[in-house]
């Protein structure tokens, strides 16, 4: 998705904006580009790679620009060209945007009116164009008035060129930081672009603008709210240099596969050594979970575990849909909403529609100077750090534990469960558990091996198992581009088993007890019409499948962390052997920040 930072300082802009737009890499982005500015204005973007973009800067004779703004684009508006990369100037205006304006077409029309021309097909060019239209001399109230002309959601890196020593700085619905150093000021939209420069930051709140000055003594940010200055909070956060590097590991997502152990332990032990970390929430008549992807995936997992061992009924929704339905909230309900970036669009979207309507909000999130983070009325942490590869993994598994715990809590503030403490020494030994499943990569090689050269695969399982099944499933397409559909085992004789033929992969999932039968059964239909059937199950329910993994037979709470990781690391050899990007598969992005 979009990414932006910004430099305004006493020192060179570019090496700050190019190494901030090489941090941004990971969010996915198909063009970039860079604006400096000092008695001139110097604006140099081009479509691919950042690389692609520095093959064309003469850095040396860039370094006398101390102000500067850069983007890496991931289109919305308008193919990928280097009319549609941003920054975009229209007059005295400059601008990097990250979101959607709605009403871009019709302010377009509008200008046109007015005599304006565009060059591109974006929005962002509207709004630069707006505030080259509504120029005054105060240029807050040039934005401002702008700010009530738009619909949608923004994060933008504002240059006017009637105020050279100055960058503005404005954001709603979509995140942007600012980085506080003397004699520097940096702003970004992800605290990852400018983070190894200072532990000082400011979060804007919704439609601040922030105004960036560098004068003859000093650089100095001040935040405005409509036209009020506002005092606002300066957060100090030290960050873990170590993330950054793949430490050995080909690619990041084997590397954060590798990580889970050492993360499982770290949250796990935790909420362990003190349950009460989670609160009560057995008073609540009703339970949502609302995420996206992955996350709304483990939210699948933990509704199998409350309503099975805490007897609590719960509705799972994916966000984007959630916070368009109209949802009575007439029985005390909480919303648990589960993130790992927390700045997901929808997901932001679903907490504050069920906080207006008078749920409480609870959140599993990974990001803790997140939206989802601060907004929320309880958060829970995930202690995954930085997640780089787009498709997630450690966050994932991180989600299903705390969700567990959840689960158990529940069970047992209901006094469900006799012996908490059998499950909580289960729990503590499941890290160790997770890294003698990851350790047997042969298993995982060999299958990647017999799938790779396919172009379409099933997973099947019931219950909580067809929960693990869609995780698997999302996680081969999007890495390895094998087209894959997860499937209630059940549901296959309905229609789609009509699609199965010769040697196609057909996953199935067999880790509960009083349905594995079942399933075996319509892994043996498949079979018998020509798929190649693959079996992960536990030691318990071993079968006599020519592909099959076996992991260790826990309880219902902890399975999932041990079946998952082995999807995982099947998803990552077949990527690997079919030459894939597996650390940014195509047209994904890592923090989905738009609609
Ligand atoms: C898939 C994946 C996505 C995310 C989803 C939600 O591998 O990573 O499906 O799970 O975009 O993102 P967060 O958790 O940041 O809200």
Redesign the pocket.
Same mark, same amino acid.
């Given at each position: 998705m979009c990414g932006i930072v910004g430099y305004n300082g006493k020192n060179s802009a570019i090496d700050v904006l190019l190494s901030g737009l090489k941090n941004l890499e990971y969010r996915g982005y198909d063009s970039a580009g860079i604006a400096l500015i000092d008695k001139d204005i110097n604006i140099i973007k081009s479509v691919g790679k950042i690389k692609n973009l520095e093959d064309k800067l003469d850095i040396d004779s860039l370094k006398k620009y101390n102000i500067g703004i850069a983007h890496t684009r991931w289109a919305t508006h308008g193919e990928v060209n280097e009319e549609n990369a941003h920054p975009h100037r229209v007059g005295k205006i400059t601008l990097v945007h990250n979101g959607i304006i709605e009403n871009a077409d019709i302010l377009r029309k509008e200008l046109e009116e007015k005599d304006y021309k565009f060059n591109s097909n974006t929005d962002t060019e509207v709004i630069a164009a707006l505030l080259d239209y509504n120029l005054e001399d105060d240029f807050l109230n040039t934005i401002n008035k702008t700010l009530e002309q738009l619909k949608g959601s923004y994060a933008l890196g504002i240059i006017n060129e009637n105020e050279k020593d100055k960058l503005y700085a404005v954001k709603k619905d979509s995140p942007l930081v600012i980085g506080l150093r003397e004699d520097e000021v940096y702003f970004a939209s992800d605290i990852c672009a400018i983070n190894m420069y200072t532990n000082e930051f400011i979060f804007l709140q919704e439609k601040d603008i922030a105004v960036i000055t560098n004068d003859d003594d000093e650089v100095d940010v001040e935040v405005y709210n409509g036209n009020m200055r506002e005092e606002r909070y300066i957060d100090v956060i030290e960050t873990d240099e170590l993330t950054k590097s793949k430490n050995g590991y080909s690619h990041y997502m084997l590397k954060e596969i590798n990580e889970q152990p050492i993360v499982l332990e770290k949250t796990l032990n935790k909420y362990l050594d003190d349950l009460d970390l989670i609160p009560d929430i057995s008073d609540y008549e009703v339970i949502h979970i609302v995420?996206?992807? #992955?996350?709304m995936y483990a939210g699948m997992v933990a509704k199998y575990l409350f309503e099975e061992k805490a007897k609590k009924q719960v509705i799972v929704e994916v966000a984007s849909e959630y916070r368009y339905r109209s949802i009575n909230y007439d029985r005390k309900t909480l919303v648990i909403l589960? #993130?790992? #970036?927390g +700045?997901?669009a929808d997901?932001i979207a679903a907490m504050r529609y069920a906080k207006e309507h008078g749920a409480t909000t609870l959140a599993v999130v990974n990001v803790k100077t997140s939206t989802i983070a601060r907004e929320a009325d309880y958060k829970l942490f995930i202690e995954a750090g930085e997640e780089i590869a /787009?498709?997630?993994t450690k966050?994932?598994l991180l989600q299903v534990a705390l969700l567990s715990l959840i689960a158990l809590k529940l069970a047992h503030d209901k006094n469900l469960i006799e012996d908490i403490n059998k499950y909580i020494e289960e729990f503590r030994l499941i890290p160790k558990l997770v890294k003698e499943v990851i350790d047997k990569e042969e298993v995982y090689k060999e299958i990647a091996q017999e799938i790779y050269e396919r172009e379409n695969s099933f997973f099947i399982g019931r219950k909580i198992d067809y929960a693990y099944c869609l995780e698997g499933s999302?996680?081969l397409k +999007?890495v390895s581009y094998i087209h894959s559909e997860a499937y209630q085992a059940g549901e296959l004789k309905h229609g789609t088993i009509s699609l199965i033929n010769q040697g196609m992969p057909v996953f199935g999932i067999l880790t509960e007890k009083d349905i594995y039968e079942k399933t075996l059964s319509n892994v043996k239909e498949v079979a018998s019409r020509g798929a190649k059937t693959i079996i992960i199950t536990t030691n318990e329910l071993k079968t006599d499948n020519d592909l099959e993994v076996v992991v260790p037979a826990t309880s219902i709470f902890t399975q999932g962390l041990l079946v998952v990781p082995t999807l995982q690391l099947i998803a990552y050899y077949t990527a690997l052997l079919r030459d894939c990007d597996i650390d940014k598969p195509k047209n994904l992005a890592k #923090? /989905?920040t738009v609609e």
């Open positions: 995420a996206c992807g #992955s996350a589960i #993130s790992q #970036s +700045e997901t997901t /787009v498709a997630t966050a994932y999302l996680k +999007e #923090s /989905v």
